[in-house]
């Protein structure tokens, strides 16, 4: 029941605060132990941020057949390649 505008606003917001932290983030830190604990021993911060990276992007390809199913629109939401995301032509 939550209006579509303040659903953007939400997700603006965390896109935001994902920014804010990997910005903040010394390179150094990926091959480090993540500092909050995992449930399944330990886990270094680089490998924790792809298997969040990836986690997402499940949930988001669930949301996005839920959307198609609800909806009845079979046509694709326009994800960005990774070239357009790592913004580099030959990174891919």
Sequence with gaps: DLPREQ?????????DAVDAALGDLD????????PGG??????NT????VHLTAHCAY???Q??????LVAGDATGVE??????ILGDPGAV
């Design 63 to 68: 949301v996005d057949y839920h959307r198609r």
């Design 79 to 84: 994800a960005q390649s990774m070239r357009e």
């Design 59 to 61: 949930h988001l390809g």
């Design 46 to 49: 680089g490998r924790l941020l």
């Design 7 to 15: 659903l953007l606003a939400r997700i603006a917001r965390a896109a």
């Design 27 to 34: 390179p150094e830190q990926l091959g480090k132990d993540w």
């Design 38 to 43: 995992v449930v399944h021993g330990r886990v």
